[in-house]
Nanobody, 119 residues
Framework: QVQLVESGGGLVQAGGSLRLSCVAS???????MGWYRQAPGKERELVAE???????DYADSVKGRFTISRDNAKNTVYLQMNSLNGEDTAVYYC??????????????WGQGTQVTVSS
């Protein structure tokens, strides 16, 4: 079982920055970690993810502005968000995916943290 706790959300002005953190209990270093977001009236979407080996992938809308990183010693994944704009306003969720050697996949979600960007 993995529990995820996000923090770091809040209200920020357009052009500003925030850093989100997600602390995981249980298995971490083997997991692919991701940040997703869901704006009102929209579906949840992938923002960024990072594999156990450190390979990162980003949504086109955040490339060059957001950076995902992980600290396996702290069981923590981060999302550094720069040059924020109103379209980044959403609840941000942390996701952990662990695939066992027999290909069984376990997926866990955090409770979410609100990010609001004011103009």
């Amino acid at each position: 079982q993995v529990q995820l706790v996000e923090s770091g959300g809040g209200l920020v002005q357009a052009g500003g920055s925030l850093r989100l953190s997600c602390v995981a209990s249980g298995i971490f270093k083997l997991n692919t970690m991701g940040w997703y977001r869901q704006a009102p009236g929209k579906e949840r979407e992938l923002v960024a993810e990072i594999t156990s080996g450190g390979s990162a992938d980003y949504a086109d809308s955040v490339k060059g502005r957001f950076t995902i990183s992980r600290d396996n010693a702290k069981n923590t994944v981060y999302l550094q968000m720069n040059s924020l704009n109103g379209e980044d306003t959403a609840v941000y969720y942390c996701k952990s995916v662990w695939e066992r050697p027999d290909r069984v996949i376990y997926t866990y979600w955090g409770q979410g943290t609100q990010v609001t960007v004011s103009s």
